[in-house]
């Protein structure tokens, strides 16, 4: 049908833009601040974005799953965190020390090199594995869950800590929870709108946080966008 050639065109445009995105120049990195009960930013996110010369501001919803499916989520994913080791350099320069969290991919995580490679960009630009957060889904546990918790164990070696993104969306096992060198657990946005007023909402988010103070870690609530949210989180 036309309509099926149209969308097949308009990916393989969007994939050839994508994976020349990086040499244009295209890509950048934002950072979304992470503050305690006081408001004082105790961390910061690294997010990816895109600026194409004749699209504009392509969303990463569109163009994170289309990396991942084609693979240049790799190539992507060593960039950041070569992007995260100079950003952590220019905070510290300017006195600031808190953890710099950024999203790994699983394909990027299951590549057999993937540590060598963490270690090899962390000498590069001298700076040490405790100044990140490596971001995971629980779809990384689905499959091989013994090699994940050997990778995990090698890079939290050299000072990585790990956060489970989008906690309770996913493939949740409190057996990986157990077993995993795990420092925190962030609690979906869609969870985060639905807490108040609704006890559903406010149940499954009231059963992470105890699930994490049984666990000992941290916890981070995504798109907490309203006064009455951010007290809730607070009071519990």
Request: proline share 2%; aromatic share 8%; net charge negative.
């Amino acid at each position: 049908e036309d309509k099926m050639q149209t969308e097949v065109e308009q990916r393989l445009s969007l994939e050839h833009d994508l994976a020349q995105a990086l040499d244009l120049d295209e890509l950048q990195m934002l950072m979304q601040a992470q503050v305690n009960h006081e408001g004082t930013t105790v961390g910061a996110e690294l997010l990816m974005r895109w600026n194409n010369k004749k699209r504009g501001s392509v969303s990463p919803v569109e163009f994170i799953p289309l990396a991942e499916q084609t693979g240049l989520i790799i190539h992507m994913g060593e960039w950041v965190i070569s992007q995260a080791c100079e950003i952590a350099i220019m905070l510290q320069s300017h006195g600031y020390h808190f953890p710099i969290s950024l999203n790994v991919s699983p394909k990027q995580f299951r590549q057999i090199d993937f540590v060598d490679k963490v270690s090899t960009i962390f000498q590069q630009h001298q700076v040490s594995g405790k100044h990140f957060i490596f971001e995971v889904t629980e779809g990384l546990f689905i499959d091989d869950l013994q090699e994940t918790i050997c990778r995990m164990s090698k890079l939290a070696a050299l000072g990585i800590r790990f956060s489970i993104d989008d906690f309770g969306t996913g493939y949740s096992s409190l057996n990986y929870l157990k077993r995993l060198p795990l420092h925190e657990l962030k609690i979906d946005k869609s969870f985060v709108q639905d807490m108040i007023g609704d006890e559903n909402g406010s149940a499954i988010v009231g059963s992470i946080l105890s699930m994490a103070k049984q666990f000992g870690l941290k916890v981070v609530a995504e798109g907490v966008e309203t006064e009455a949210q951010a007290q809730y989180l607070i009071k519990h």
